[in-house]
């Protein structure tokens, strides 16, 4: 059975820049999370989205936007992009949005800002 | 707010027991969860404590104590691959909150 998987693996962006990053799930999960991990730190909560809904938002300023889609795919979009949004991006999915639902985590992607 | 501390590094041999040690205070707790994290690759899950006590699988074995704030994830007969970093994270409803991460490398 696929995990979770994350596109583009690597990317390399400037400053001011838009990047959207994506994620699919694994199958029959409905829930998606988004979080940003800093070299060395341990990763920070970002988005989680269930049946298509936003449902919880961490820190992170507006220029952080996502969307779920109906076949539970997700977009991660960072606009007017800094040199301190590089890290990287993990999408996790869950079945439920419960917490004692498992996130499984994708292998990420890795975020260059020049 | 939350606050989940654990140490940056931990250094032992093979065949060795090491105990990583985690404490927080969060603004909710619904239970911990330690995960594994090679470089570069994305974390994957070894344990989940929601109650107090032990709960052990293989040479993985963690604990929790929730009137302390304190949870430890022991790592036994230490094997050159456990060679990682390992997050403790606390959930709170549908949120992960992790640590910075304890990196442990094991040498033979």
């Known amino acids: 059975d696929a995990g979770v998987t994350q596109s583009p693996t690597h990317l390399i962006k400037t400053r001011g820049q838009h990047v959207t990053l994506r994620c699919s799930p694994i199958?029959?999960?409905?829930?998606v999370s988004w979080y940003q991990q800093v070299l060395g730190q341990g990763p920070q909560f970002i988005f989680q989205?269930?049946?298509?809904?936003?449902?919880g938002r961490g820190n992170f300023p507006d220029r952080f936007s996502a969307r779920q889609f109906p076949n539970y795919s997700s977009e991660l979009n960072v606009n007017a992009l800094l040199l301190g949004d590089s890290a990287l991006y993990l999408c996790?999915?869950?079945?439920?949005?419960?917490?004692?639902?498992?996130?499984?985590f994708g292998p990420g992607t890795r975020l260059t800002v020049l | 707010g939350q606050n989940i501390d654990q140490p940056t590094e931990m250094t032992a041999t093979e065949g060795a027991i090491v105990q990583i040690n985690c404490t927080y205070q969060t603004s909710g707790f619904n239970g911990l969860f330690w995960y594994q994290q090679h470089a570069g690759e994305a974390p994957t899950f070894l344990s989940y404590?929601?109650?107090?006590g032990l709960e052990e699988k293989g040479r993985f074995s963690s604990f929790l104590s929730r009137s302390k704030g304190y949870s430890y994830l022991l790592l036994k007969e230490l094997q050159m691959k456990d060679s990682a970093s390992y997050l403790c994270?606390?959930?709170?409803?549908?949120?992960?909150?992790f640590g910075a991460g304890t990196t442990v490398t094991v040498r033979a």
């Open positions: 404590n929601v109650l107090d």
């Open positions: 199958s029959g999960h409905k829930s």
């Open positions: 996790a999915s869950s079945y439920g949005q419960g917490p004692y639902n498992e996130q499984f």
């Open positions: 989205y269930y049946e298509k809904e936003e449902r």
């Open positions: 994270a606390v959930v709170n409803d549908y949120k992960l909150s």
